[in-house]
């Protein structure tokens, strides 16, 4: 899987758009890009994955340049229940079968 | 809804014993894997099995082994519990091609 490298931590307020971007180098040509969220005292949960360009859910949207060398996954109007440790994960998922967590991004939203 | 259950939420250990760490689940997917998580250091991965009775180390295997008897349940176990186990364990399971793993609610366990 392609090391990927995100800023420890982040702070907002609520109502604000929060962009989180993750640094994949070393992304392969039929690698997926991931990302997950955890609640304290909760294991991770799948939030979104893309290949390229766009791709949005009633969660998130995730934004990837032609590159593919990074990615952003952007909060829309965050709220305080969406503090949490956001992790970016790359991979081809028909042959990687090791799933890789990195230390993630704190969110704090604040009030 | 994904089942996947770990047999304690909390557990307490003494030094020296031998402790098993339960996992099932009920979606008939082939990859599990069992991380631990520590303040500061997020999810590292101690072991994942791919198929009934496979099994590979991940980053920090030392001081654990694991068991796939059937595809449902996938076992920890801690040969000589030590004070440095004290953590947080968390299964998760996954089917691939897809990179969307779920993962059980965690069990916390402490070493004494």
């Known amino acids: 899987l392609a090391k990927t490298t995100q800023p420890i931590s982040m702070d907002s307020y609520e109502g604000q758009e929060v962009n989180i971007t993750c640094s994949h180098n070393?992304?392969?040509?039929?690698?997926?890009i991931t990302w997950y969220q955890q609640f304290p005292s909760q294991g991770p949960r799948f939030i979104i994955q893309?290949?390229?360009t766009k791709v949005t859910n009633e969660v998130a949207s995730l934004f990837i340049p032609a590159d593919r060398k990074s990615s952003t996954l952007s909060l829309p109007r965050v709220s305080l229940s969406d503090t949490a440790v956001y992790y970016c994960?790359?991979?081809?998922?028909?042959?990687?079968?090791?799933?890789?967590f990195g230390s993630g991004t704190q969110l704090t939203v604040l009030p | 809804d994904v089942k996947v259950t770990q047999s304690s939420r909390y557990l307490v250990k003494r030094t020296g014993e031998k402790v098993f760490l339960e996992c099932v689940q009920d979606?008939?997917?082939?990859?599990m894997f069992w991380y631990r998580q520590d303040p500061g250091l997020g999810l590292r991965l101690i072991y994942f099995?791919?198929?009934?009775?496979?099994?590979e180390k991940g980053d920090i295997p030392e001081g654990y082994s694991v068991s796939r008897e059937k595809k449902e349940r996938f076992s920890l176990i801690l040969e000589s519990a030590s004070t440095n186990q004290t953590s947080m364990y968390l299964c998760?399971?996954?089917?691939?091609?897809?990179?969307?793993?779920?993962f059980g609610q965690g069990t916390r366990l402490t070493v004494v």
């Open positions: 998760a399971i996954r089917q691939a091609p897809l990179l969307e793993a779920f």
């Open positions: 070393n992304i392969a040509t039929n690698d997926y």
């Open positions: 893309g290949y390229k």
């Open positions: 994960l790359v991979g081809e998922g028909g042959s990687a079968r090791q799933l890789t």
């Open positions: 979606m008939d997917h082939e990859n």
């Open positions: 099995s791919y198929d009934v009775k496979m099994k």
